[in-house]
């Protein structure tokens, strides 16, 4: 897993989670064309809202998210890699967002279920997720949905 400067097709966010069994601290986002359209869309759906005091945030079910603890075998350490960003575009290959070779007390997203996307009402958005059987909450940390679409 690589930085880069130039936008890729995923970004690497912080991440959380209140699960007793499970700990996370980051967590990898897959950017396609499609979810590219999708938020542009939703985007619009928040500005209708411009004007009304009471709302605070829209969900949508997405499962576009991984969510991992750098303590994990071969993971690198979230603090060097996004330093004072709370987001940045990753170079990632398909075998390290798999946890399939992992033994099963290092998995996390094969457990896990509910995933929401929620975008408040300022544009920024997160990432939840739920534990199937522990019920625990896997989030984000919340990122400027527009500052990304532009850098697309």
């Known amino acids: 897993m690589q930085l ?14 209140n699960d007793s069994w499970c700990s996370c601290d980051f967590a990898v986002i897959t950017i396609s064309e499609q979810w590219k359209q999708d938020q542009l869309r939703r985007l619009e759906v928040v500005r209708s809202f411009a004007d009304d005091s009471t709302f605070r945030t829209l969900s949508f079910e997405n499962c576009s998210v991984y ?24 170079e990632v290959s398909p075998e390290e ?6 033994p099963e007390e290092e998995q996390i997203n094969c457990n896990l279920d509910a995933y929401r996307l929620v975008i408040d009402f300022d544009g920024d958005v997160k990432y939840t997720a739920f534990g199937e059987y522990s019920g625990g909450e896997f989030w984000t940390e919340e990122f400027p949905l527009q500052e990304l679409l532009k850098q697309l």
């Open 67 to 90: 969510f991992f603890h750098s303590d994990r075998s071969g993971q690198p350490d979230l603090k060097e890699l996004l330093g004072d960003r709370n987001w940045a575009f990753v």
């Open 4 to 17: 880069s400067e130039k936008p890729t097709s995923h970004i690497l966010v912080g991440a959380d989670t």
């Open 97 to 102: 967002l798999s946890e399939e070779e992992l």
